[in-house]
């Protein structure tokens, strides 16, 4: 099974701040890593595909970047709407999948 | 407008089975594959794995490999999730999601509400 590690596990930030998550894969995944959004008793919401695609719909200020290993989703100015819990996944040749454990951006 | 709809909210008992569906309206309901995510209370995201209605087709994650069964009916656009004999630690939300049936593609764009079930003696 293919790792996923995300770092960090919670980060406290204020409205404007650019905001950085790193996802590191255990293995080679090549560009295969989204990343999501969820909000407390909501389901998640896409906001990037194939390592930097931006999902229909979401805000410019996501991005993207990363291939191989190593992956960073950023905000480039935090939004109040923006305080959740972001989590990267990875999917491999074979459609199996797995998650990284979460990063929760809190207000500070 | 795409939607996937889950079965409500179950409370069972351990060793009781247990089957949730997943309903799939506004698309092509054979073209994409249906996946299954597991959250336990309070924590993460886990991917439990997929089906594509079209063929049957399903992958597991080894994690959950024979702890339970995925299966479609594409009559009637709806996948499910089943268990044949619930544990107290089975208790989560669980999530279907969508994602499309091409190459790089293994994301899951549009997400069901969850199904909260709880197993408890």
């Known amino acids: 099974d293919i790792q996923m590690t995300q770092s960090p596990s919670t980060l406290s930030a204020s409205v404007g701040d650019r905001v950085t998550i790193t996802c590191r894969a255990s293995?080679?995944?090549?560009?295969?890593l989204a990343w999501y959004q969820q909000k407390p008793g909501k389901a998640p919401k896409l906001l990037i595909y194939?390592?930097?695609s931006l999902e229909s719909g979401v805000p410019s200020r996501f991005s993207g970047s990363g291939s191989g290993t190593e992956f960073t989703l950023t905000i480039s100015s935090l939004q109040p709407d923006d305080f959740a819990t972001y989590y990267c996944q990875q999917y491999n040749s074979y459609r199996r999948g797995t998650f990284g454990q979460g990063t929760k951006v809190e207000i500070k | 407008e795409v939607q996937l709809v889950q079965s409500g909210a179950e409370v069972k008992k351990p060793g009781e089975s247990l089957k949730i569906s997943c309903k799939g309206s506004g698309y092509s309901f054979t073209s994409y594959w249906i996946g299954w995510v597991r959250q336990m209370p309070g924590k993460g995201l886990e991917w439990m794995g997929i089906i594509y209605p079209g063929d049957s087709d399903t992958r597991y994650s080894p994690s959950f490999q024979g702890q339970v069964t995925i299966s479609a009916d594409k009559s009637i656009s709806t996948a499910y999730l089943q268990w044949s004999s619930l544990k107290a630690s089975d208790t989560a939300m669980y999530y279907c999601a969508r994602q499309l049936a091409v190459a790089g593609r293994g994301d899951f764009d549009y997400w069901g509400q969850g199904t909260l079930v709880t197993v408890s003696s």
């Open positions: 293995q080679s995944i090549s560009s295969w």
């Open positions: 194939k390592a930097s």
